[in-house]
């Protein structure tokens, strides 16, 4: 893991970190909202609506897509108490022009988006970090995730410190694998997200396989701030879904060439379909999040 990759991932921690304890000394720890917790924090892949099979999916552009496969880096996790500011934003969101961009131009409408998006003017009282407030709960680490397994169960972390209260808002971190993941890490060789599968429209035929980065600066890392409702309380299980089909939105594999052998594209960063999951991936419509009381 580089030095700037250590660094990013501390100041994160760090900052957010300071925010919990800040929100815990300000409100104590006593009486509703403020009182210490342990939940449970979770992993599920969400079923895209109206299908039975994970990872199966139609697209915005008719495409019908079929994971095979996918692994994925994510974590650190944090939940805040303020309402996503984001939301308003959705309308502006989806008017991003990755369809007809150039490579250099869609890179650079990206950047300049997600950190106007994505990194909201800081405040620094009583424990608020950017515009979500108080921390109420944290994952402080990172973890591989299989997109295809768990069969509709969630796959629990561990347990996580927190604060009573209505979280309403969480944001993640999508980057590299480090070192401390050891073989689960090095399955990626390096990369964020890895996918492979197949998309299907009327007699085309496009398998593919696709792997992103998503290293340093943090703007770039991160997903801010994802719309939940939970009422933290102890031994509850917060669950972190991830929304493949909403990654593909706007993507068009009839762009992409299939090798004459048939063998899976190689979808490369100056594709169409590349930057379309670039962006997907880093918007709050990208997760979801779901409360389960004990």
């Not at 490579?103 to 950190?115: C, F, G, N």
């Not at 429209?201 to 792997?211: G, K, L, S």
């Amino acid at each position: 893991m580089t030095s700037s990759l250590r660094a990013t991932r501390r100041a994160f921690s760090l900052m957010l970190g300071s925010a919990m304890v800040g929100g815990v000394s300000a409100c104590g720890l006593s009486g509703t909202g403020g009182r210490g917790i342990t939940f449970r924090m979770g992993l599920r892949t969400a079923l895209a609506p109206g299908e039975t099979v994970r990872g199966e999916f139609t697209t915005d552009t008719g495409w019908r897509v079929r994971l095979s496969s996918g692994l994925m880096v994510l974590g650190p996790i944090y939940l805040f108490e303020n309402a996503s500011p984001l939301q308003s934003q959705a309308a502006v969101l989806r008017r991003m022009n990755v369809e007809n961009a150039s490579p250099l131009q869609s890179q650079a409408a990206v950047l300049r988006r997600m950190t106007e998006w994505l990194v909201p003017t800081a405040r620094a009282h009583e424990g608020d970090f950017f515009s979500g407030g108080r921390v109420l709960g944290e994952w402080d680490r990172e973890v591989v995730y299989d997109v295809l397994a768990g069969g509709g169960e969630a796959q629990v972390l561990g347990r996580s410190p927190g604060i009573a209260g209505l979280a309403r808002s969480f944001s993640l971190l999508l980057q590299p694998p480090s070192k401390a993941l050891g073989a689960e890490g090095a399955a990626l060789n390096g990369r964020s997200v890895v996918l492979e599968g197949t998309a299907f429209r009327q007699e085309q035929r496009v398998p593919f396989r696709v792997a992103l980065d998503f290293p340093p600066p943090l703007a770039l890392q991160r997903v801010d701030f994802v719309p939940i409702e939970a009422d933290l309380d102890d031994e509850g299980l917060f669950v972190v879904e991830v929304q493949p089909h909403r990654w593909f939105e706007g993507a068009h594999f009839d762009r992409l060439e299939v090798p004459a052998n048939g063998a899976p594209v190689e979808v490369t960063p100056e594709t169409q379909v590349h930057r379309a999951l670039s962006v997907n991936l880093r918007r709050y419509t990208a997760f979801s999040g779901t409360w389960e009381p004990a």
